[in-house]
T-cell receptor, first 114, second 116 residues
Framework: DGGITQSPKYLFRKEGQNVTLSCEQN?????MYWYRQDPGQGLRLIYY???????QKGDIAEGYSVSREKKESFPLTVTSAQKNPTAFYLC?????????????FGNGTRLTVT | AQSVTQLDSQVPVFEEAPVELRCNYS??????LFWYVQYPNQGLQLLLK??????LVESINGFEAEFNKSQTSFHLRKPSVHISDTAEYFC??????????????FGTGTRLTIIP
């Protein structure tokens, strides 16, 4: 079945360490997105990519970095500069800019930094 | 700029009772409206959307939402809920004139708990 795979499901890191979250899709979607979900705050866009080798900052990009070397993959690195990294991270993809093409989400990675 | 308000963070409902999850939006232009559902420990899935045409839209699992332009609302309803409806529900809005998924604004979510 086609879908989006995020790994790992749970991730624990010490403060000051960078950590990379994996996101892979086999839906042949051009666009990919990273969201952060915190209790009571809904989803906030971190970064997005409309095409390979190109990406843009979302609303809360500070302390994060991404790459898009392959269409299928859009890894997110949470750097030590992110002041409050503990959160649930969701990766999503979409076909094009049409509202008839909804976002498809992975099952998320829960990151805990202590 | 657009915004979405989901006033109810948690809604407990008895099984087989009706439910309404409220969503109000603010925008200076015409909008597209969406409801996404997040089951426990999963990502979000599109439940239904309003793009144009009939103001009442339905999902395959019995939910419906009505776009009310005068009240800037897009409330989600179901006449009889089931245990399997337990989830968090997110309302989202995007400007009609310059749509892109990256421009979606999500509400803070409403956690629906079904009581047996």
């Amino acid at each position: 079945d086609g879908g989006i795979t995020q790994s790992p499901k749970y991730l624990f890191r010490k403060e000051g360490q960078n950590v990379t979250l994996s996101c892979e899709q086999n839906l042949n979607h051009d666009a990919m997105y990273w969201y952060r979900q915190d209790p009571g705050q809904g989803l906030r866009l971190i970064y997005y990519s409309q095409i390979v080798n190109d990406f843009q900052k979302g609303d809360i990009a500070e302390g994060y970095s991404v790459s898009r070397e392959k269409k299928e993959s859009f890894p997110l690195t949470v750097t030590s500069a992110q002041k409050n990294p503990t959160a649930f991270y969701l990766c999503a993809s979409g076909t094009d800019r049409s509202p008839n093409s909804p976002l498809h989400f992975g099952n998320g990675t829960r990151l805990t930094v202590t | 700029a657009q915004s979405v308000t989901q006033l109810d963070s948690q809604v407990p409902v008895f099984e087989e009772a009706p439910v309404e999850l409220r969503c109000n939006y603010s925008s200076s232009v015409s909008v597209y409206l969406f409801w996404y559902v997040q089951y426990p420990n999963q990502g979000l899935q599109l439940l239904l959307k309003y793009l144009s045409g009939s103001t009442l839209v339905e999902s395959i699992n019995g939910f419906e939402a009505e776009f009310n332009k005068s009240q800037t609302s897009f409330h989600l309803r179901k006449p009889s809920v089931h245990i399997s409806d337990t989830a968090e529900y997110f309302c989202a809005v995007s400007d009609l004139s310059n749509f892109g998924n990256e421009k979606l604004t999500f509400g803070t979510g409403t956690r629906l708990t079904i009581i047996p």
